[in-house]
């Protein structure tokens, strides 16, 4: 029983870490690492408030669905 306690605790804490999502910086990184590789030029990748996208493609959220990380051209 005690083994049983352990385990639901552990994936308890577990499942909290993952829903608090990705730190947006690393996130940012991850975004920019990619579009480079492609060779993608002339953008910004921009941390915003979610919702307040306004003329900016939304291509992640990070901080567990709080923010958002918008990409322009330009």
């Known amino acids: 029983m005690k083994k049983f306690l352990l385990a639901v605790g552990l994936l308890s804490i577990a499942g909290t870490a993952l829903a608090a999502g990705k730190p947006c910086d690393e996130l940012k990184s ?3 690492a990619k579009l480079d590789a492609k060779g993608v030029q002339h953008y910004s990748l921009d941390v915003v ?18 923010k958002e990380i918008v990409y322009k051209r330009g």
């Open 49 to 66: 408030e979610k919702g307040s996208a306004a003329d900016a493609q939304v291509v992640g959220s990070c901080e567990g669905g709080t």
């Open 30 to 32: 991850e975004l920019a």
